[in-house]
């Protein structure tokens, strides 16, 4: 972990991809938060006062670094834990979608895109890769690049 903070504080400023953004204090504060509590339930408001800077700069911020805002970073990250979990675990559907922030379970439905079971069937069945989630249909909001924005 040592040998990748100093490889990271190395970088020159233009930096960008997830760990640019977990490189700027603020950006880097609003990742932590929602990394070590993704049920919290989040709001851009929130997050912002937690880093201390206010919501706009918070989001401009987050699209510079990551090309997204911080609540569809936010969706994505739920929606990695939920699938790792459909597909390692024997929870309910219904926990599952707790434990990755959602209120319901419909609601978890929609935004995985495809019926959560039957994911978990064809991930338990299957290795061969697959799309699943809906962000996995748009470009991944933690994807990492090296760019001179």
């Given at each position: 972990m040592e040998t990748l903070r100093r490889?990271?504080?190395?970088?020159p400023e233009g930096r960008t991809g997830w760990l640019a953004g977990a490189r700027d204090?603020?950006?880097g504060k609003a990742l932590?938060?929602?990394h070590r509590q993704p049920a919290h339930p989040w709001t851009l408001a929130g997050l912002a006062k937690e880093a201390g800077i206010s919501r706009s700069v918070l989001a401009e911020r987050f699209r510079h670094f990551l090309d997204a805002p911080p609540m569809t970073y936010l969706t994505g990250?739920?929606?990695q834990l939920g699938a790792r979990m459909l597909g390692?675990?024997?929870?309910?559907?219904?926990q599952v979608a707790a434990e990755v922030g959602y209120e319901s379970e419909p609601a978890f439905k929609r935004a995985f895109g495809v019926p959560p079971a039957k994911f978990r069937r064809q991930s338990r069945s299957s290795t061969a890769?697959?799309?699943?989630a809906k962000t996995r249909t748009r470009r991944?909001?933690?994807?990492q690049h090296v760019s001179g924005r």
């Open positions: 490889y990271i504080a190395q970088w204090p603020e950006v932590a938060l929602m990250w739920r929606l390692t675990t024997s929870r309910s559907v219904a890769p697959r799309r699943t991944a909001p933690m994807r």
